[in-house]
C-alpha cells in the first residue's frame, strides 16, 4: 500500500509539474509560480509518512491508509483545478496602465525599510525584556515572558510583514532600475531580518522574506524543473537545522547528540499533515460538519483584532487546539498545533468534499496570478509573496492564511505608493 501510494504522488508530481507550465509566445516553459509551488509542497508533506515508514522504519498505525486516501483525494483536486485554469495563456502585463508606470524612489524605500526594521526589533527587544543574549535562547522563551494582564507577549506579531513588504518592494525597483548600490542595501536588510529571525529558531518568517525575493528575482523568467526539484529536496535539510535551533537554542547546540532518526519527516516540518490528521481521529469529537464555516464566517471573524475584540470566537482550527489539549477558554491555551487543508476540508464536508475543495482553491491560485501580473510593483510583490504562502497552506488553517495574505497585500500597497510615488508622464501619439 505505501508504494502504491507513493507512486500516486510521483505520478501528480509529474502530471501536476507539466500542467503548471505557462504559454509565452506560443511555446510552454516553466516558471517560478505559485501554482507550481502548490504541487510541489503538497507533495513533500504527503509524501513524509510513507518516507517515514520506509527508510525510518517508524509504527504503523490504523490511520495510515486513511489518511493516504485523503491525501490522495487533494491531489485529485489540485490536478483537476489545474486542468480547468492551468493551461490558459500567461495574461499579458498592462504596460501602459499607471502602475507598471510608477517611478522607483530609492531615498524613501531605505527609510521604509529602516522603519519597519526598527518596529520589529524594538517590538522583538521589549518582549524579551531588553535582554539582547536571549536571542540565542530557544525559539518559544518569548512566550514565557507575559505581562501584567497574563497574556502572551507580541514578540510574534504580523508587524514582521512590514519589513517583509518594504525589503521586497524595494528589490522590485532597485532591479528595474539596475542600481547595484541599492540591490545591495536592500539584500542587507533582508539579510539583517532572516538571521535574525533564525536565530530565534522562526524559519517560517525568515522563510518568508527569502523566498519571496527569490519569487521576486525569477518572475516571469523560465527556469530548470530538474534544478529546482533538487534544490526543494536540499532545503529539508537547511529546514531541519532550523528546527534544531528551535527547539534548543544555539546556547545548547552543544549538548544535542545528533542520530539518524532525527531526520526522519514525520518527527519535523514536513511530517505536520499526518500529525494533525492521527489527532484529529484520536480526539474522536464528532461536532456536526462545519459546511464551509471555516472557509468563510471564520475567515472574517478572524481579521478582527483581538485587541478589539477580547472574545472573538476560536477558529475550527485553535477548536481543535483546545480540544486535543482539554481547555475550555481560548486563553488557556499557551501551544497550539499545526493544521492541515486536507483536516479542515473532512470537518467541514467530510471526504465528498477534499476534491472539490483542493479544485476551488487551486483555481483561485491561478485567477490571483493572472491578476496580480497586470498590477504592476505591487502585483509583483504580491505573486512573490504567494509563493511562501502555497507552502504555509500544508500546515495553517485558511482562516489564518488569507488573515496573512490580506494584510500583506493591504500593507504592501500602502508602501508602493511611498515607494512609487509618481508616474512617468504619459506619452502623446507615441512619443
Known sequence: MILMYLMALTFFLVTGVK????????????????????????????????????FFASAETSYDEEYMMAQLLGALGILIGLIIRGRRPKVARDKSSKESARVFQPVPAIILMTLTMGIVIFIALKALEWNFAAIFFPYGYELSLLRGDERPTVFGAIAYLFPISSVVLSFIGARNIKSKNQIMTTLLFAGLFSIFYLLRGSRNSAGMMIISLIGVYFYSKPINIKKLL???????????????????????????????????????EFGTNYSVFTKWKETGRDDGLLLGKSY??????????????????????????????????????????????????LMNFGYMGIIPVFALFCCLVTFLESWFMRKGAWGIVCYAFMIPTMINWNRIDMAILLKIFI????????????????????LIDGR
Open 296 to 345: 468563510t464566517s471564520d475567515v472574517l471573524i478572524n481579521m478582527v483584532p483581538m485587541r478589539f475584540w477580547p472574545d472573538r470566537p476560536p477558529t475550527a482550527a485553535t477548536q481543535f487546539s483546545m480540544g486535543y489539549f482539554g481547555k475550555v477558554y481560548k486563553g488557556e491555551l499557551t501551544l497550539g498545533l499545526g493544521f492541515s487543508p486536507v483536516v479542515e476540508s
Open 407 to 426: 494584510i500583506f497585500s493591504v500593507v504592501s500597497k500602502i508602501f508602493s505608493m511611498f515607494i512609487f510615488p509618481r508616474s512617468k508622464p504619459e
Open 19 to 54: 500542467l503548471c507550465k505557462r504559454k509565452v509566445n506560443d511555446r510552454f516553459r516553466y516558471e517560478l509560480s505559485p501554482r507550481l509551488i502548490l504541487v510541489i509542497s503538497y507533495c513533500i508533506y504527503s509524501s513524509a509518512m510513507p518516507i517515514s515508514r520506509l
Open 230 to 268: 533538487l534544490f526543494c529536496l536540499l532545503t529539508y535539510f537547511v529546514i531541519y537545522g532550523v528546527g534544531v535551533v528551535r527547539s534548543f537554542g544555539f546556547s545548547r547546540l552543544n549538548d544535542v547528540a545528533f542520530q539518524l532518526e532525527m531526520f526522519d519527516p514525520l518527527k519535523q
